[in-house]
């Protein structure tokens, strides 16, 4: 069992984009425990991904309020997807959710950028299931 943090990766002033691991379903071949405990199998998140992306893909901040955000980049890194992409080449990128978000509110972006807010968290609904 791996625990990762789902770090912003890069930040995008000219753009106020930021980049990041939504989430990440496994790391060096194991399954990856998020802060509050779960895990996510890959197709699991795909799922929630692609509805996510069909029905929101609006971004708020440590899950309260206004959304603040849109998500404009997101792939699942499945290792069918990473395949199609780059073949054989790639063996070592976590099977995870990258995704950029537009930050509208220039106060929250500065709050990114100096390392206030430094990483993603998704928020929604599931049913947990007792590993």
Do not use: C
């Not at 099977?95 to 978000?101: D, E, K, P, Q």
């Not at 928020?123 to 299931?129: K, L, N, S």
Request: hydrophobic share 45%; aromatic share 6%; net charge negative.
């Amino acid at each position: 069992m791996v625990s990762m943090p789902f770090l912003i990766i890069k930040a995008d002033p000219a753009q106020q984009i930021v980049y990041g691991w939504g989430n990440v379903s496994i790391a060096d071949g194991d399954l990856v425990t998020d802060l509050q405990g779960d895990q996510i199998e890959p197709a699991d998140l795909e799922r929630a991904v692609t509805d996510f992306m069909l029905h929101s893909r609006e971004s708020g901040v440590m899950h309260e309020g206004e959304p603040v955000g849109d998500v404009v980049a997101s792939l699942v890194t499945t290792p069918d997807v990473m395949k199609a992409f780059f073949g054989d080449e790639v063996k070592t990128v976590p099977v995870g959710w990258m995704l950029g978000v537009k930050v509208r509110n220039k106060a929250i972006f500065r709050r990114v950028v100096a390392g206030e807010l430094k990483a993603f968290s998704i928020q929604g609904t599931a049913d947990r299931v007792p590993a």
